[in-house]
């Protein structure tokens, strides 16, 4: 197959007849022409690709406007053709090549429509690749010449706020899946519910009136707790937590990995509270003794005995705090990850919603950030 040679592949000789010393991003341009000229001459191409690859993965800015103006063309029900095209495209310096005669060429030497799907996922990894390149010399660059005050934990999750933006949006292998394996996973779940204790298909709340209606806390569900101040939201949510993690029950698994047969490992964001205010208040609520008592020490030795079994009965649960204040979707995100890596996690408990922070762009609207976080904790949850 021939291609439209308009962009020189590697950079000219240096006077000694050797190459730059540094190395240019990966790109592929001929696989980015030989896409476009599979759209151009059968516009089902597009439908192959428009699923995961975005304007952005284009190395080259007339490829990207020729993407997102052939998919306005073909969203709208039009015809995205050399033709069409050539009206929006406007004046480009293409060394020579007038913007029609480019069209022209990438549609005459356009590859099968069979190959379309192959040449998106090629243009596709090299764009996330290209952004690591980015997030990688970003890290070493702030690292050399950090602020004041910057900390090291501070980069640290920027990086990983990043990294996982790439891996949530980096992925070519969703879309519609068959009936058949989906009922393949409702049949499983049906079995573990009947295997577990209370029969359950979710994780069991401890609240049997709240598990019997419910079923229990089901996966990749966002479940949220609304109510007036000083209606016991945090009582509610600190008991449901401390119940799945005391029933918490693993087995090994052949790849040496833990998996969770019975309760759950808890992550628990505090976001009002600091750890030993919300470890005292679960203090009070399993041992019955006021938690404004504990903190004085104004306890007799029948109720500092309760203390202490309650204590005891917490040491050993699977129950994880993380008591950072004014934190954003993204921090929480990757810390929620980096504790799922790490320990295992079955259920995360934000208290309270209003607290986190969504991203810079939004943060002048507030009702676009609040619509903003419970989508982020959606997605994460799945």
Known sequence: MAT??????????????????????????????????AILVNNDAYDRVSDFLKTEHFVEEIHRRIYDIAGSLIRAGKLASPITLKTFLGEHDLGGVTVQQYLARLAA???????????????????????LILIGEDVVNVAYDAPVDSSPRDQIEEAEKRLYQIAEGGQYGGGF?????ALKLAVDMAARAYER??????????????DHK??????????IIAGRPGMGKTALATNIAFNIARAHRGELRADGSMQTVDGGVIGFFSLEMSS????????AERSGVASHKIRRGDITEEE???VSQAMFEMQSIPFYIDPTG??????????????????GLDVLVVDYLQLLSGTKARAENRVQELTEIPRGLKALAK
Not at 30 to 37: K, M, N, R
């Open 4 to 37: 439209v040679e308009l962009f020189p592949s590697r950079l000219p000789a240096t006077a000694n007849n050797q190459e730059a010393s540094y190395r240019t991003p990966p790109a592929n341009v001929e696989a980015e022409q030989a896409l476009l000229g």
């Open 109 to 131: 030497e356009a590859t099968t429509i069979i190959n379309a799907s192959d040449y998106g996922r090629a243009i596709h990894d090299l764009a996330i690749r290209r952004e």
């Open 177 to 181: 899946q068959k009936f058949s394996d």
């Open 197 to 210: 204790d209370g029969h359950l298909s979710g994780v069991a709340t401890g609240l049997d009136d709240l």
């Open 214 to 223: 419910l079923g229990g806390l089901q996966a990749s569900d966002l479940v």
């Open 276 to 283: 030993e205010q919300l470890a005292t208040r679960i203090i």
């Open 304 to 306: 500092f005995h309760r």
């Open 326 to 343: 004014g934190i954003s979707i993204a921090q929480l995100t990757a810390r929620a990850r980096r504790l799922k890596r790490q320990r």
